[in-house]
C-alpha cells in the first residue's frame, strides 16, 4: 500500500537523528554547550514521529496496516534495480517506538552520566548516529539497505564502545566487535547475493512470496547465511565473545547496545526472513539449536562474574537466545519472540542504567564484591533496579512473566529438549539475577576506603522510574494483542494466552522459586568476602574465563588464520621473491661470464672466430655424413 497520511513523515524517523549527528560532529566545539540537548531533542522528534505513525495504523483495517514508501532510484545493473524506500507495518514500527523510547530515555539519563567528559557533545552525536542507523535497518524495505543500517551499526558501536579509547582495554574492546561482527556480516552479504541470484530482488515482499518455491538446498544455505549474521550482531554462539568485552564502553552504551536495540537486531532480522526459514526446516532447527545453547551459555556466565555489568551483559546473551529460540520454533514462537524482545527492552535497559547509577554512587567501580546495603543509601536506584529484578526472573504479572512464560510453553509443544533447556534457564536466571541483587544491595558494607556511596541526581533516576513502570505494565499492555497486531508481519498464527499459568507455567514458577532460594542460600545467609575466592571448580573457571570463548576462537580462527598469513607470506618472501632473486642471480652471471668475451683483445677475438669456424666445419661434416 502507498504512503498516506503520517506515514509520508516515516523518513523523519531516520532524518532527525542523522542530521543532527552531522551537525555535532562537523560544528565540533561550538556545539559543546547545547548539542547533547539537540541529540536528545531529535531522538524524540523521531519518537513522536513513531508513535502518530502507531496510532494511525491501530485504527486502521488489518489488510491496510502494511506502507512502503519509495524514496528514490540508488542504482540499477543490467534487469536489477536497486531502489531506497521504507516498509513501515506492525513489525518495524514496534521496533521503531523501542529504539526512540528507550533511546530517548538513555539520551536522557546519559545527560547526567557523562555530564563531566570532555568529549560529551561527541558521545551524543555518536548516540544519534547508532539510533540512525539501527532505525535504516529495521525501516528498510529491501535487504540492501537494510545492510547499509546493518553496517551503520556495526561502526557506531565501535565508535561508542572504544569511546574511552585512551584505555587500552576499551580500544580492544572496540576492535573485538567490529571484527566479530564483519564475520558475521559475511554471511548478511552471502544471503544478499544469494537472493539476487534466486530472486533477482532483495525486496522483502519479493522474498517472502518466492521463498516457498525455493528448492530445499537453497533455502537452506540462505537461511544459514542469515543466521551468522544474525549470531554476529545478537551475540550468538559461536559469535558471542565480543559482548562481555564490550562492557568496556559507558553504561549508556550498555543500556542502548546490549538491551534494546544491536543485539536485537538479530532477532528481528531471523522474523523478518520467517519465509525463508519455514521453506527449510534444517535452517529453523539451526535457529533453535543457537538460541537454546545461547540462553544456557548466557546464563552460565552470569552466574560466574563479579563485574555488575558482566553479569548483565550474560543475561543480556541469555534473554536473546530465548528470543532467537522462539523464531527458530516457526509461526508460534515469532510474536513471542518480539513480545519479550520488547518488554526485555525496558526492564534490561532499566537494570544496565541502574548498574550505571550505582556505578555512579560508588566512584565507578563495578565489582560487587565491593558493594553491600547500597539499599539503604540509593533507594530509588535499588527500587526501579529490583523491579528490573522481578521482571526478568518472571515474577507474576510483570512483564518477564507473560513475555519469556510463552516461550518457554511454545518450545515445550514445538522441542521437548529445548523447552526443557528454557525451563532450566529461568532457574539459572533467577538464581545469578537473585545473587546480583543480594550482593549489591543487601548484606554487610565493603566499600572501598574514600567511597561514599550517594543516589545519582534526578536527570538519571527519572529514566529509571519510566523503565520500572513499564517493566511492570508493558506485558500485560500486550500480552492480549501482541499477536494479532503482528499479524501482517507473520501471519496469523494465534497461540492461546491466558492470566492463568498452565502445567508448564506452573512448573516455571517452581523452578524460579527454587532459583531464587538457590541464590538466597548461597549469597544470603553468609557474609560476601570482598575478594573472589579462587576456585577448582570446573564450572566455576569457565564460567569466569567466559566459556573459553576467546581461546576457541583464537584456535579455530585466529590462530589458523595468522598462520596462513605468516605461511603465505613466507612463500611470498623465499618463494615468489625467491624466484625472482634466483632468475636475476642467474642472468647477472650469466652476464659476467659473456663480459669476459668483450675483452678488447684482438687475439681473443681471432681465437673465437677460428673456434667458430672449426665448430661449424664440424657441423656440416657430421651432417654430411649422416
Known amino acids: 500500500m502507498a504512503a498516506t497520511g503520517s506515514f509520508l513523515y516515516a523518513w523523519l524517523m531516520i532524518a532527525a537523528p542523522l542530521v543532527v549527528a552531522g551537525i555535532l560532529l562537523v560544528g565540533g566545539r561550538v556545539t559543546d554547550a547545547w548539542g547533547h ?23 486502521r483495517p488489518v489488510g491496510e496496516r502494511v506502507v512502503e514508501s519509495h524514496l528514490y532510484e540508488w542504482f540499477s545493473v543490467g534487469s536489477w534495480s536497486f531502489p531506497v524506500g521504507l516498509y513501515v507495518d506492525p513489525l518495524s514500527i514496534l521496533f521503531a517506538l523501542l529504539i526512540t523510547g528507550v533511546g530517548g530515555l538513555i539520551h536522557i539519563y546519559s545527560i547526567g552520566y557523562m555530564a563531566h567528559d570532555p568529549r560529551r557533545r561527541r558521545f551524543f552525536a555518536f548516540l544519534n548516529l547508532f539510533v540512525a542507523a539501527m532505525l535504516i535497518l529495521v525501516l528498510a524495505d529491501n535487504y540492501l539497505v537494510l545492510f547499509i543500517g546493518w553496517e551503520g551499526v556495526g561502526l557506531a558501536s565501535y565508535l561508542l564502545i572504544s569511546f574511552w579509547q585512551e584505555r587500552p582495554a576499551a580500544a580492544a574492546a572496540g576492535v573485538k566487535a567490529f571484527v566479530m561482527n564483519r564475520v558475521g556480516d559475511i554471511g548478511m552479504t552471502l544471503a544478499i547475493f544469494s537472493m539476487l541470484a534466486m530472486f533477482g530482488s532483495v525486496r522483502f515482499q519479493t522474498v517472502t512470496e518466492g521463498a516457498a518455491q525455493l528448492q530445499p538446498l537453497w533455502a537452506t544455505m540462505i537461511g544459514l547465511f542469515l543466521l551468522l549474521g544474525a ?63 545461547t540462553l544456557l551459555a548466557g546464563a552460565w556466565i552470569g552466574c560466574s562474574k563479579d563485574d555488575i555489568k558482566k553479569v548483565l551483559a550474560g543475561s543480556t546473551m541469555s534473554q536473546i537466545g530465548y528470543m532467537m529460540l522462539a523464531a527458530g520454533i516457526g509461526p508460534a514462537g515469532y510474536a513471542f519472540a518480539i513480545f519479550h524482545l520488547l518488554t526485555h527492552g525496558a526492564f534490561k535497559a532499566n537494570m544496565f542504567l541502574g548498574a550505571g547509577s550505582v556505578m555512579h554512587g560508588m566512584n565507578d567501580d563495578v565489582n560487587m564484591r565491593h558493594f553491600g546495603n547500597l539499599s539503604k543509601y540509593m533507594k530509588v536506584t535499588f527500587a526501579t533496579f529490583g523491579i528490573g529484578y522481578l521482571a526478568i526472573i518472571g515474577f507474576p504479572f510483570l512483564s518477564g512473566y507473560f513475555s519469556k512464560d510463552h516461550i518457554i510453553e511454545a518450545a515445550f509443544h514445538a522441542n521437548a529438549v529445548a523447552g526443557v533447556c528454557a525451563l532450566l534457564g529461568a532457574g539459572i536466571t533467577a538464581f545469578y539475577m537473585t545473587r546480583l541483587m543480594l550482593m549489591t544491595f543487601f548484606g554487610e558494607e565493603r566499600w572501598l576506603a574514600g567511597v561514599h556511596p ?57 523452578v524460579v522459586a527454587l532459583g531464587v532460594l538457590v541464590g538466597w542460600m548461597v549469597f544470603g545467609r553468609r557474609p560476601v568476602p570482598a575478594v573472589a575466592p579462587s ?47 634466483a632468475t636475476a642471480f642467474a642472468f647477472g652471471g650469466l652476464s659476467k661470464q659473456m663480459r669476459k668475451l668483450q ?19 664440424v657441423l656440416l661434416i657430421l651432417t654430411h655424413l649422416a
Not at 531529535?42 to 514521529?49: D, T
Not at 569466569?544 to 611470498?572: C, K, Q, S
Request: aromatic residues 8%; hydrophobic residues 55%.
Open 599 to 617: 675483452n678488447g683483445y684482438a687475439r681473443s677475438y681471432a681465437l673465437t672466430m677460428v673456434l667458430g669456424f672449426v665448430g661449424v666445419a
Open 535 to 581: 576456585s577448582s571448580n570446573p564450572l566455576t573457571v569457565t564460567g569466569r574465563h567466559d566459556l573459553f570463548g576467546d581461546a576457541i576462537n583464537d584456535v579455530v580462527a585466529v590462530a589458523p588464520t595468522m598462520g596462513a598469513a605468516r605461511g603465505l607470506a613466507h612463500f611470498d618472501k623465499h618463494g615468489l621473491d625467491g624466484a625472482v632473486d
Open 37 to 59: 540537548l539537540l541529540a536528545t531533542l531529535a531522538i524524540w522528534v523521531s519518537f513522536a514521529v513513531a508513535a502518530v505513525i502507531f496510532a494511525e495504523m491501530w485504527s
Open 454 to 510: 550517594h543516589e545519582s541526581p534526578k536527570v538519571m533516576t527519572i529514566p529509571l522510574i519510566i523503565l520500572a513502570v513499564l517493566s511492570i505494565v508493558l506485558g500485560a499492555l500486550m500480552n492480549s494483542w501482541i499477536q494479532g497486531w503482528l499479524e501482517p508481519a507473520v501471519g496469523n498464527h494465534p497461540h492461546e494466552v491466558s492470566l492463568i499459568p498452565t502445567p508448564i507455567g506452573w512448573a516455571t514458577l517452581i
Open 231 to 293: 549470531c554476529g550482531k545478537s551475540a550468538q554462539v559461536p559469535l558471542q565473545a565480543w559482548l562481555l568485552d564490550a562492557m568496556e564502553g559507558p553504561t549508556p552504551v550498555s543500556a542502548l547496545i546490549h538491551a534494546a536495540t544491536m543485539v536485537t537486531a538479530g532477532v528481528y532480522l531471523v522474523v523478518r526472513s520467517h519465509a525463508i526459514f519455514e521453506a527449510s526446516p534444517v535452517a529453523q532447527l539451526a535457529v533453535v539449536i543457537v538460541g537454546t545453547v
